[in-house]
């Protein structure tokens, strides 16, 4: 069974940084595109980064400059990178996986269970 565990995450004086950790679990066939997506209180799940295969990545706007997405393709890890927290980056942070589960399967989008980020002094 495919799952995707993230870890990393918790609470953070503003400023500060943390990384966050996603790894694949199972044996899946193929795996496209990886990200991370967050969502605070009230608010729509909102695009934070995302990267390709080849390494090609694509950051929101929000977060352009603070943070980095990498990826590790034999190990099935994705990572964020976030510096110079803010409050306003308080949410629940989610992993991305676009991935072939199995032979005869289609890629479907995989989401993880999230892991908390607040950022308070």
Do not use: H
């Not at 500060?16 to 899946?28: E, I, K, M, Q």
């Amino acid at each position: 069974q495919v799952q995707l565990v993230e870890s990393g995450g918790g609470l953070v004086q503003p400023g500060g940084s943390l990384r966050l950790s996603c790894a694949v679990s199972g044996f899946p066939l193929a795996i496209n595109t990886m990200g991370w997506f967050r969502q605070a209180p009230g608010k729509e799940r909102e695009l934070v980064a995302t990267i390709t295969p080849s390494n090609n990545t694509n950051y929101a706007d929000s977060v352009k400059g603070r943070v980095t997405i990498s990826r590790d393709n034999a190990k099935k890890l994705v990572s964020l990178y976030v510096n110079s927290l803010k409050p306003e980056d308080t949410a629940r942070y989610y992993c991305y996986a676009y991935l072939k589960a199995s032979v005869g399967s289609s890629y479907v989008s995989y989401w993880g269970q999230g892991t908390q980020v607040t950022v308070s002094t």
